[in-house]
Each structure stands twice: as C-alpha cells, then as structure tokens.
Antibody, heavy 122, light 108 residues
Framework: QVQLVQSGAEVKKPGASVKVSCKAS????????MHWVRQAPGQGLEWMGI????????SYAQKFQGRVTMTRDTSTSTVYMELSSLRSEDTAVYYC???????????????WGQGTLVTVSS | SYVLTQPPSVSVAPGQTARITCGGN??????VHWYQQKPGQAPVLVVY???DRPSGIPERFSGSNSGNTATLTISRVEAGDEADYYC???????????FGTGTKVTVL
C-alpha cells in the first residue's frame, strides 16, 4: 500500500533552518507530485508548495517564496522540505501528502505522511 | 487570494445527519475535496471531486457543490465521526491550493 514516512521531530532556534524528509513506498515515486502542508498548533491547514519528483520542478505558495526549498532524491524515493530563517510562528506540524488523481484532475491530497513537529524556540 | 469559509463548529446527535458547509465565490465551478482529521492524526481524504468517495470511506459520507456553497453530509452520525473537517480546492487563478477554515464536528 502507499505509505509516506516522515522524519522525526525537530527543535530549532530562531533564524535557523530545518529540513524534513518524506520517504515514499508502495508506488512509482516519479509518477505522482508531492505536496507539503503545515498546521500550527490549534490552527488549520496551510499549503506550502508542490514538487514533481520526476524532474524536480517546484511551485511554492507566495507566503513561503524565498524561504522554502523542496527537493527530491529518486534513488531513495524521498522528498525534502527545507524552511529557512525560522521564527516562532513556524512552529507547526509539517505534512507531506501525495497528489490524488482521477481521470480528469489531479488536485487533492491522498495519502498524507504522519507529520513532523517542528518547534522554533530560543 | 481565494477564501473558503466554514462554520467553526457543528453539533449533532448520534444517528442524525451532520451538514458542513464550505463557502467560496462561485465555488460550484471548482472541484471540492474534503478531509477528516482526528486529534493527533494526519488528515484523511473522505470526499474528492465534489461527491466521490475513496475506497474504504463509508457511504454515509457524501458531498455536493453548487453556486457559492459546497456541502459535506454525514448521515447516521457515529461517535467515531467526531473530528475536524476541512474543505479544499485548487485555485487556478493563483495556482495555489486552498483549505477551508475547518469545522469541528461534535457528537452529542
């Protein structure tokens, strides 16, 4: 079955960077785009961006432009999300989620990784 | 940017029907997807493309979309349906993916 397994929790100081990984299994890694979504404590879901594991092309939410970098390693079927210049407001659970497709569209999220808690604190 | 508005909370008795709305400008022209999120867990897709259900999702979950409102309907509500629910669309004008504000469903 399709499975996305993310790296463990991180604690970072303000101004630092964090890199979260998401290892995919159970399908052809390069055939499906991957999203990143975050959720601050007690808050809703926020889309961060998307990566094409085949060619590596990316598209980021305007809010994160210049601070986020999404990459992939096809040899290990893993995608990465790096967020720089961290501030306290970046404390959140970060999820990877594979794109979901029908015969007519590919614009939902299914399945999701288990989430990675990133805490930014001095 | 495109905004999706949901009621913060919906309360329903077991066995009754819960309806969760998702409001957006001309949302009927977009495909709407719905997620269920239980405390401490990742979201799970329950409806895609307005009204289709992924395999494994009970028929009690259904969706509709018209005009400025999309609706997720949960029939014969069970205690296990207590969760947060989010709607989501892709906004072609910004090429961004947008989530609704979320609705907490409480089973009385």
């Amino acid at each position: 079955q399709v499975q996305l397994v993310q790296s463990g929790a991180e604690v970072k100081k303000p101004g630092a960077s964090v890199k979260v990984s998401c290892k995919a299994s159970g399908y052809t890694f390069t055939s499906y785009y991957m999203h990143w979504v975050r959720q601050a404590p007690g808050q809703g879901l926020e889309w961060m961006g998307i990566i094409n594991p085949s060619g590596g092309s990316t598209s980021y939410a305007q809010k994160f432009q210049g601070r986020v970098t999404m990459t992939r390693d096809t040899s290990t079927s893993t995608v990465y999300m790096e967020l720089s210049s961290l501030r306290s407001e970046d404390t959140a659970v970060y999820y990877c989620a594979r794109v979901g497709c029908s015969s007519t569209s590919c614009n939902w999220f299914d399945p999701w990784g288990q989430g990675t808690l990133v805490t930014v604190s001095s | 940017s495109y905004v999706l508005t949901q009621p913060p909370s919906v309360s329903v008795a077991p066995g009754q029907t819960a309806r969760i709305t998702c409001g957006g400008n001309n949302i009927g022209s977009k495909s709407v997807h719905w997620y269920q999120q239980k405390p401490g867990q990742a979201p799970v897709l329950v409806v895609y493309d307005d009204s289709d259900r992924p395999s494994g999702i009970p028929e009690r979950f259904s969706g509709s979309n018209s005009g400025n409102t999309a609706t997720l309907t949960i029939s014969r509500v069970e205690a296990g349906d207590e969760a947060d629910y989010y709607c989501q669309v892709w906004d072609s004008s910004s090429d961004h993916y947008v989530f609704g504000t979320g609705t907490k469903v409480t089973v009385l």
